[in-house]
């Protein structure tokens, strides 16, 4: 099987660049900038990996951001990360940003924007690999950063296919967030937000995600099982749910694998996706290899996967077609 997989096409839909941001990478741009880590080897800042919960995760995630600083960072980062994904014979990946995670500590969007962009470019005709890029709001900022984020990402609109939200769930909705994706979907950005594994009203916030801001897809959203009525209504809509089974593991107790085994049985558009690959130590080929071990997945489900994910891609008809 795992010959199968390694040869699949495969695509990638949920994946935040900024945890694609290996030890050994961290640790170059750290240098490159002058910076001193609070560690010693690689060794040493994978030991400090441990989470077992979304905040604990995000404390790392952003302190390992500190290191990107100029555009060739963020050309470096996505180069990195786009030749590791095009090795698993990944032919398409939608990429998330977090512009806010940079401007917040005085590093422009613009070189964030360019850098990432260069790198797609690059990466398309080096190696055959196609991206876009998802910008994703900041959801425990407020609501008028996530609007100005967004009024500041308009010139560059051509390089962005829409939008996403991240960071921690708690005590901040979806509906908190309305007027911003109300002007996103006007400017014709298509519209996405993280509706986190376990949350506290986990099947409230996928509700209000699908219902009040009318997204185009659900990233995790695995507690939808929870209401039949809402599986309905994202059955009939063909939504996409992009789960992430490895990063289910970290924080919360389990893959999660169950749940993507009901929710192919119900006919969603169920993908898999590696989130913080890494953080997590497992892109999209890894997250595959476990759910197949741990559901004895078929070729056929492991296909069907693939073709889900192709499917809900935000690439025009005649591109999807060409994958599918
Ligand atoms: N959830 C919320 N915020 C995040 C994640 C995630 O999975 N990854 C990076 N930021
Ligand atoms: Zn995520």
């Not at 741009?29 to 979304?54: H, Q, T």
């Not at 509706?195 to 695995?222: F, K, L, T, Y």
């Not at 929870?226 to 789960?243: F, S």
């Amino acid at each position: 099987m795992t010959d199968f997989i390694a040869g699949l096409p495969k695509c990638e839909l949920h994946l935040h660049i900024e945890g694609t941001l290996e030890p050994e990478l961290k640790f170059a741009l750290a240098e490159r900038n002058g910076i001193e880590l609070p560690y010693s080897s690689v060794e040493d800042i994978r030991a400090a990996y441990s989470f077992d919960d979304l905040p604990s995760f995000l404390k790392i995630y952003y302190e390992g951001m500190e290191v990107l600083r100029t555009e060739p960072d963020f050309y470096d980062l996505a180069m990195a990360y786009l030749r590791k994904a095009a090795s698993q014979n990944v032919r398409y990946a939608e990429i998330f940003f977090d512009p806010q995670a940079h401007t917040s500590r005085g590093v422009p969007f613009d070189l964030v924007i360019r850098g990432l962009r260069r790198a797609l470019i690059d990466a398309e005709r080096q190696l055959g690999i196609r991206a876009q890029l998802i910008m994703c709001f900041l959801r425990d900022f407020q609501a008028e950063y996530a609007m100005a984020t967004l009024l500041e990402s308009l010139p560059y609109r051509e390089w962005i296919v829409g939008v996403g939200l991240d960071s921690d769930e708690k005590g901040n909705p979806p509906v908190k967030f309305k007027a911003v994706y109300e002007r996103a979907r006007q400017e014709g950005y298509l519209l996405t937000m993280h509706c986190d594994v376990d949350q506290e009203n986990s099947v409230e916030h996928i509700r209000q995600a699908v219902e009040e801001i009318g997204v185009d897809r659900v990233d995790h959203g695995v507690n939808v099982l929870e209401d039949p009525a809402l599986v309905e209504t994202l059955r009939e809509r063909g939504l996409g749910l992009t789960v992430c089974p490895i990063s289910n593991g970290y924080v919360t107790d389990s893959t999660k694998a169950d749940a993507i085994r009901r929710m192919l049985d119900l006919g969603l558009r169920v993908t898999v996706n590696s989130d913080d690959p890494a953080y997590f130590a497992g892109y999209v080929q890894e997250n595959l290899a476990v759910l197949a071990e741990e559901l004895s997945l078929t070729e056929e489900d492991l296909v069907q996967l693939e073709r889900n994910a192709f499917e809900i891609t935000w690439l025009p008809r005649h591109l999807k077609d060409a994958y599918l």
